[in-house]
């Protein structure tokens, strides 16, 4: 097998699984930023508090209630923080 040949397969291998990876990774905090990003929006601009950070976090691994709670607790309205904790989950 010539060298040229065999450093293509590596490198389209190597692209393959990085490329993977990156499209993968990315939807597992996708969820959380949306759940962030909507409590970001009641705030008009205002960027959220790491106990939001943490609600929606909560949330993303199936704590629905205690989402809602802490983020009701961070001054979240119960509206808002029971579609973002919905948004975390899917």
């Known amino acids: 097998m010539r060298t040229s040949t065999r450093i293509a397969g590596v490198l389209s291998g190597l692209a ?20 962030i990003n909507q409590v970001e929006r009641e705030l008009q601009g205002g960027e959220a508090p790491e106990a939001v950070r943490t609600a929606c976090s909560v949330g993303y691994s199936g704590g629905h209630e205690e989402c809602v709670s802490g983020l009701t607790k ?13 948004v975390s989950v899917q």
Not at 16 to 35: E, I, R, W
Not at 74 to 86: E, L, M
């Open 16 to 35: 393959l699984v990085l490329g993977g990876a990156a499209f993968t990774a990315p939807a597992a905090h996708a969820d959380v930023s949306a759940c």
């Open 74 to 86: 961070s001054g979240v309205t119960n509206g808002t923080a029971v579609s973002a904790c919905k």
